[in-house]
């Protein structure tokens, strides 16, 4: 049985240990990010930054427009995993490095690629390594992006 993520994209069944196999794909996902989101996510960070909602500030630091804080753009793909895996206690490791800035334009907002697959098995732990390839506009926005994930 499928399940529905917060965006709206069906989810399918929880994958479990026995049939992740090594080369698995996770559906890909198109997460689409606007200025409100930003501003939204402004306030519960505590990040107000105004290269994340002041366009004129962005471009007078050199920035081509506002840009999405990194944390979000993180936990963006880290939940594509989390939907993924069915139960966000599962992601038992994430990390990444910041490559580029998704730059989010007024009118048309941005939107974030997440694609990834399995990348290792531990049958010790019962845990798979999910690699990441997450893109905005066409540019790695996360590098070295990868989870680990204790399946059922």
């Known amino acids: 049985m499928s ?3 917060d965006d709206g994209t069906t989810v ?5 240990f026995e049939a992740a196999a090594v080369g698995d794909a996770l559906p890909p996902r198109t997460l689409h990010v606007t200025r409100a989101d930003l ?3 402004a306030g519960v960070s505590g990040d107000r930054n105004p290269i994340h909602w002041d ?7 050199g920035l081509p427009d506002v840009i999405a804080h ?3 753009t993180m936990a963006l793909a880290g939940q594509v995993v989390a939907d993924w895996a069915g139960d966000p206690g599962a992601v038992v490791e994430y990390g990444t490095r910041f490559t ?3 730059v989010v334009d007024h009118e048309r907002g941005a939107d ?7 990348a290792a098995r531990d049958e010790d732990t019962r845990t798979v390594r999910v690699e990441l390839v997450v ?6 926005v996360l590098g070295r992006a990868r989870a680990v994930v204790r399946l059922p």
């Open 55 to 61: 366009e004129r500030f962005a471009r007078s630091v």
């Open 70 to 72: 990194g944390m979000y």
């Open 3 to 5: 399940s529905t993520a």
């Open 112 to 118: 974030v690629l997440v694609e990834g697959a399995v």
């Open 39 to 41: 501003v939204r996510y």
């Open 100 to 102: 580029n800035p998704v």
């Open 12 to 16: 399918a069944p929880r994958p479990t």
């Open 135 to 140: 893109t905005s506009a066409g540019a790695k």
